[in-house]
């Protein structure tokens, strides 16, 4: 990515996990409104929907479930996400939705989390993070997603029309049983204007320019998922999610 690009975002990859700004809370959830951050530690347990100070609307869970137990070898409560094998045209979930008013060209969105695999769950063709459009009039809600391959984490672009996932193959990779963080930032546009970049643990592992919108209509993205959004695999998956932090910011 070039300089100028990065130019834009960086100050995005400074986001606190500390503080939090939460959406008023609704009994059909809530709708994130303002730039944030949005932050959740899980630590209150799950909250979400009507829940007071929930920033999650709805639970996603096919074949899959979440829940808040302790988090594996560190203090609190994680999010836990379990989805179970790939069985036919039934693709396993197991995530959390966050409901935003349209986000759309030439803001910046990054979501910041701290992941853990257990040794059990494969570090391969699971889907971790969506940003989509669920008002688009599309079929299948469009948009980019965040998901692990080889256990480097790529992006897939099949959504907005793009066959070609951006990856690099010589990133770092992520490891079980222990914590990473992730941040992934990325700048709307539906032309040459986008870009994103991530870093596992501080550590820049893709970054790459192009469109990041579906490109009819009004392109925006409304909708951010987290957690095991898809499980292409033939075994059950788990993970845990902590300490996530959403955010966004318009670019004049």
Known sequence: MTRRAWGIVAG?????????????ARPSGPLLRGDGPFVDDFDRGLCVGGCAGAIWAVRQEVAGGVATIAAP??????????????????VAKAALIARTLPV?????????????????????SIQLVD???????????????????????????SKIGIAHAWVRDDALALAHDRWHHVL??????????GATRVT????????????????????????????????SNAVPVTLYIDRVALQRRAVR
């Open 12 to 24: 995005v990859a400074g986001l606190a996990l500390v503080g939090a700004a939460f959406g008023a």
């Open 73 to 90: 070898g560190r203090p609190g409560l994680a999010l836990r996400a379990v989805a179970g094998p790939k069985r036919g045209d039934v």
């Open 104 to 124: 759309g060209r030439g803001s910046i969105v990054s979501i910041a989390f701290d992941l853990y695999v257990p040794a059990a769950t494969p570090l391969d």
């Open 131 to 157: 940003l989509e459009c669920a008002t688009c009039g599309e079929g299948g809600n469009p948009g980019i997603r965040l998901y692990l391959r080889r256990g480097r984490l790529r992006i897939d672009r």
């Open 184 to 193: 992934w930032t990325v700048r709307l546009d539906a032309g040459a204007g």
């Open 200 to 231: 596992l643990d501080g550590q820049e592992v893709l970054s790459a320019e192009g469109a990041t919108l579906f490109p009819g209509g009004d392109p925006h993205i409304d909708r951010i998922q987290i957690g095991v959004t898809a499980n």
